[in-house]
């Protein structure tokens, strides 16, 4: 800035929690380059408007230009996926989440199944993300913030989308005001074809989990999930195993109607952690229908889910970058 341009000083103090990276002023046009890191989209949007409102009432200054910037966040990307549907991915997703929330971290969930967005359902919330501009704003529900394809389309509209479709909504979630989310876990559609590949393509998570029940036409499935990872180099965190054991309420009978410890041989066999296993239990499905995830309240199942959060957290801190 020269001697003879218009006196910015005072625009530090409107800038308030952000900061002012530069300020330069060329023919009566200021140009302010700003760090927002600290703001939600609600405040920058506001913060743009009175550093505008602030600079045209300084004598010289006949335009204004304001660009924000933010430093980038050390937000990972969690993607949950199967090889095959219904083997409880979406029940995990959610629960995972929580439990990764109730052992401190800031957690986003985005439901990205089209084919059956059941996230709201599990997380017993109806209520819509509001906007700012075209930036999303997630809903609250259990300590983490989520957002659902579900939630983009009208209720019961069949989602038969092809890759392009899909790819773009879930630009347009993971693009949402996240705000401070440090991990963000991605529910995947069910299996291995080219919606799922465009999707982890598109998203580039920094690892990924793999749930399995514990008979073997699952874990052929998960195997070929596992090779999907491997296709575009995202490291696969760990093989849960979904299912395993049953306690037969009325007279406390074990049995395994999926068998048991399938999924660890096999995570062994592929060379990859084994986070644990969530057994086959009504109450899963109870409360899950119920809209109240067992990993936001206490007792064993919670525990489970908070065991195989701790287990992903330290995987996630060994993954190669
Ligand atoms: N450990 C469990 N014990 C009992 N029921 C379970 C368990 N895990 C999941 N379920 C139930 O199994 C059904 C399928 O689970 P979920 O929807 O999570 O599977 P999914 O793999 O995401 O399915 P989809 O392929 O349809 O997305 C649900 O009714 C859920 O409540």
Sequence with gaps: MDDAAPNLD????????????????????????????????????????????????????????????????????????????GVGKSTLSANLAIALARAGRVVGLIDADVYGPSQTKLLGTDERPTA?????????????????????????????????????????????????????????????????????????PDGAVVVSTPQAMSLIDATRAIDLFGKVSVPVLGLVENMAGYTCPHCGEQSDPFGCGGAEDAAAELGIPFLGRIPLDPAVREASDAGLPPAASDGAQSEAFARIAQKLLQALETAPA
């Design 132 to 204: 700012n501009d075209k930036t999303l704003n997630p809903v609250a529900a259990h300590g983490i913030r989520f957002l659902s394809m579900g939630q983009l389309v009208s209720a019961g509209h069949a989602l038969a989308w092809r890759g392009p479709m899909a790819t773009g909504a879930l630009a347009q979630l993971m693009e949402a005001d996240w705000g401070d989310c440090d991990l963000l876990v991605v529910d995947l559609p069910p299996g291995t074809g080219d919606v799922q590949l465009s999707l982890v393509q598109k998203s580039r």
């Design 10 to 85: 005072s625009l530090d103090a409107v800038a308030g929690d952000a900061r002012i990276l530069s300020k330069r002023v060329k023919d009566g046009v200021v140009t302010l380059v700003v760090d927002v890191t600290a703001l939600d989209g609600a405040r920058r949007a506001a913060l743009e408007s009175d550093l505008k409102t602030a600079a045209m009432a300084i004598a010289g200054v006949g335009d204004v230009r304001v660009a924000m910037t933010a430093s980038q966040r050390a937000r990972k990307l969690i993607a949950v996926a199967s090889g095959k549907g």
